[in-house]
């Protein structure tokens, strides 16, 4: 079935070591996008993709990056985490030609940092 | 700003019907979404209204009211696994564009009880 996947489902890093969240897709989706979620909070835009066009919100840390090497994937890399960083990401894609233009998450990938 | 309120929690019991009220306050509107999320789990798609009025889909249901910045979701013969998370989201025209950004609400916890 096409869908949204995230990989891995749980992560588990050490305070300050980078770690590389993964999404791919097989919608065929031009837009990409990367949130993140808190307990018990809404999920927060930290950017998204248009095509190649990369779309960062003006209050996502420097620490937060990412790539898209092709229409499937696209990482979410966290340069030096933080413990503020311990939270559900979510990946979202959506098709901005389709009419209602509707945004499909993956899982998830819930990190912890220690 | 932006401004999406939805009530915290609710509870209802099992074969009723409970409405989720949402209001928002947004520079621009083009859409509004519904999500559920189980915990631990990524969103998922319920239903979109643009125009005023109500959107029915089996037992779920949406209403829209532009002018009162105003949606109600209507779920009906609950069931225990409709014990989740809604989301509300609105599409702002301003951040929009030919892309999709959504704000979400903080969600309501609804809690099903036998």
């Known amino acids: 079935d096409a869908m949204v996947i995230q990989n891995p489902r749980y992560q588990v890093t050490q305070f300050g070591k980078p770690v590389t969240l993964s999404c791919s897709q097989t919608?065929?989706?031009?837009?990409m996008y990367w949130y993140q979620q808190k307990s018990s909070q809404a999920p927060k835009l930290l950017f998204h993709?248009?095509?190649?066009?990369?779309?960062n919100e003006a209050d996502t840390p420097d620490n937060f990056q990412s790539r898209r090497p092709n229409t499937s994937f696209c990482f979410l890399d966290i340069r030096s985490p933080g413990l503020g960083d311990a939270a559900m990401y979510l990946c979202?894609?959506?098709?901005?030609?389709?009419?209602?233009?509707?945004?499909?998450f993956g899982a998830g990938t819930r990190l912890s940092v220690l | 700003g932006q401004n999406i309120d939805q009530p915290t929690e609710m509870t209802a019991t099992e074969g009723a019907i409970v409405q989720i009220n949402c209001t928002y306050q947004?520079?621009?509107?083009?859409?509004l979404f519904w999500y559920q999320q189980h915990a631990g789990e990524a969103p998922t798609f319920l239903s979109y209204?643009?125009?005023?009025g109500l959107e029915e889909k089996g037992r779920f249901s949406s209403f829209l009211s532009r002018s009162k910045g105003y949606s109600y979701l209507l779920l009906k013969e609950l069931q225990m696994k409709d014990s989740a998370s809604y989301l509300c989201?609105?599409?702002?025209?301003?951040?929009?564009?030919?892309?999709?950004?959504?704000?979400f609400g903080t969600g309501t916890l609804l809690a099903v009880q036998p």
């Open positions: 979202a894609t959506s098709r901005v030609q389709l009419a209602k233009n509707i945004q499909y």
């Open positions: 919608l065929n989706h031009n837009v």
């Open positions: 993709y248009y095509d190649k066009d990369f779309n």
């Open positions: 947004t520079s621009g509107f083009n859409g």
């Open positions: 209204n643009v125009l005023d």
């Open positions: 989201a609105v599409r702002d025209q301003e951040y929009g564009g030919a892309t999709n950004k959504l704000i």
